[in-house]
């Protein structure tokens, strides 16, 4: 989520969106930090978001509706038997050193993704599957797999010169952020950066869809949400994203800005501790055992009020939350039967705890037959208002059920988490037009191989019943049965009560419009403009003053987006490139 920063020194950060050298600067307020520059380790929003402007992909997905368009690759064509892909891959393109770009580019760092654990941490399932990869030539790239897979046209995997990245030795520790600027080939190069302050971009002269119109891109961490907004009034940033409703409000009626409010790709949930365990079957970690027994995870959901969530807490920017994938994505999206909905009922709940022998003692209190009492930790992130407002709310209502609860609100949730150390947590993903990635995260193959690795694991889930149907739609080409097994994976993860899902949060930003003119939006009809599937926002946008046309032909959405061009800034708490994940509740894309 963003939210602002503590104060960069002008020196490190341009403070308007036209520099005095007529600079036309896009500066974007970001409140999460960067985790890697290296594709290969980041899966923060804000990393993948970065990634998308100096990568280019196989695919891409189009702004209007996210089917899969050319992106590096023309085209694609399977075999009869969809065991193998052919993509053509498109001529005549360079990296920004001046290099061709080719197959062997791609080919190699598929490989590289196969043969190195390391090289596989953000992006490792979508090779699992590959059995052997080559480039016969520089301009044809061969994918030939053990079992069909679904995703072929939707690999949201950067792919990097091959020249530049062989030299790299150890892939767990090498974070690309000592040369600069970094040799890529999307709309955007990466010129400069400085840990926790900004990331600066400039754009690829010779990008084959065109050059950007602004000269710099600027993303500018602010761990305060307030302070965000407060430079976006003084016109010291040009876009702020994840606004409270209450900054919402108050900025509508501001002259020269205007809010964005669109339904969003990501959901907000309440993750429970399944007890975390490793690959190799080690038990870790510190969660509380009592939330091992369904009963009383049904007991937690059913003492949530989601009406409440979505009235209080997001002031109606928000749809209440069902199943793992938001409404957005109507292919994929399932809500629960009235007979197996856990709707707000919490008598049923008390009754739940009961039977699960956790009744109340003289002081109103849940204990166990041990006697020991439920007093539950939520892991909280400290820089997200949503997970302190809900947090209260979750106090109260648990209190009524004679639970406790501790808001253990931080800058820094990922070493607990990793490590096990928590009952609850607030969680959120954004979900890809594709949900392969986020069906993916849950499964026993993505846990980590010892207790002293990091895995893919989002919350150390591991069933075999849901395992079973997600090789089943990774292998089924069928639209409409792939569809139907995913929504049978999201029934299973909503029984199993470990993900519950209160809300999926509008996208709600608010940008300068004197600063830019026009952006592309995705989807180009009430879309959002932050954290895309591709590059269009800033690559599409229009400064104000240059008094250009739209930028691709797709037509201007209304939404005008200020930021100072080419740098990505991000300043405040944490580190920047430490490979820990979740510094906001919306980690990945």
Known sequence: MVAALLTMSAVLVP??????????????????????????????????????????????????DAHAIPGLATKWTPSADKLTWTYTIRSGTKWSD????????????????????????????????????????????????????????????????????????????????????????GPFVLTGYKADSYVRLEPNKSFWRGAPKFDEL???????????????????VSFVGDLTPAQASALKSQQDIKVNDAPGRRFYALATNP???????????????????????????????????????FQGHAVEGEGYIPPRFSTYYWKPSANQEIGYDPAKAARLLDQAGYKKN????????????????????????????????????????????TLDCLDNVSDPWLAGDYDLAFDGWSVNPDPDFVLSIHTCGALPATPDDVGATDNFICDKSYDKLYAQQLAEYDAAK???????????????????????????????????????????????????????????AV???????????????????????????????????????????????
């Open 15 to 64: 403070q308007s969106a036209t520099a005095a050298d007529d600079k036309k600067v896009l500066t974007v307020a970001v409140s999460q930090s960067m985790d890697s520059l290296s594709p290969f380790l980041a899966s923060r929003l804000v990393s993948t978001s970065v990634h998308r402007l100096m990568y280019e992909y196989l695919t891409n997905y189009d702004p209007k």
């Open 98 to 185: 001046g290099k061709p770009v080719t197959a062997e580019d791609a080919a190699w760092t598929f490989n590289k993704m196969m043969t190195d654990e390391n090289a596989a941490t953000a992006n490792g399932s979508f090779v699992s599957n590959f059995k052997k990869v080559t480039a016969p030539s520089p301009t044809e790239l061969v994918i030939e797999l053990d079992k069909p897979q679904a995703t072929m046209a939707a690999l949201d995997v950067p792919i990097v010169p091959k020249h530049i990245w062989e030299k790299v030795k150890d892939f767990s520790k090498f974070n690309n952020d000592k040369e600069f600027p970094i040799v890529g080939n």
């Open 218 to 236: 600027l993303f500018k961490y602010y761990k305060d949400g307030d302070a965000a907004v407060a430079a976006l009034q003084k016109g010291e």
């Open 275 to 313: 007890g975390a365990q490793a690959a190799n079957g080690d038990k870790f970690g510190n969660g509380d055992a009592s939330l091992l027994d369904q009963r009383v995870r049904q007991a937690l959901f059913m003492a949530v009020d989601r009406t409440t969530l979505v009235d209080r807490v």
């Open 362 to 405: 003289g002081d109103g209190k849940r204990v166990g037959k041990d006697g020991k009492p439920l007093d539950y930790r939520i892991l909280c992130h400290a820089t997200d208002p949503e997970d302190k407002a809900v947090g209260q709310y979750l106090k109260e209502w648990w209190a009524d059920l004679g639970i406790g609860v």
């Open 482 to 540: 792939r569809a139907d097994i995913v929504k049978k994976m999201e029934s299973r993860l909503y029984d199993l009560g470990y993900m519950n899902v209160m809300a999926y949060p509008n996208a709600v930003e608010a940008y300068r419009t004197d600063q830019i003119k026009s952006i592309t939006t995705m989807p180009q009809e009430a879309g959002n403009i932050f954290g895309q599937d591709g590059y269009w926002s800033w690559w599409s």
């Open 543 to 589: 400064p104000a003053a240059s008094g250009s046309g739209d930028s691709d032909g797709s037509g201007s959405t209304g939404v005008v987006v200020g930021i100072v061009a080419g740098v990505v800034v991000l300043v405040g708490a944490g580190v920047f490139f430490g490979l820990r994940r979740r510094a906001t509740a919306e980690d990945r894309e």
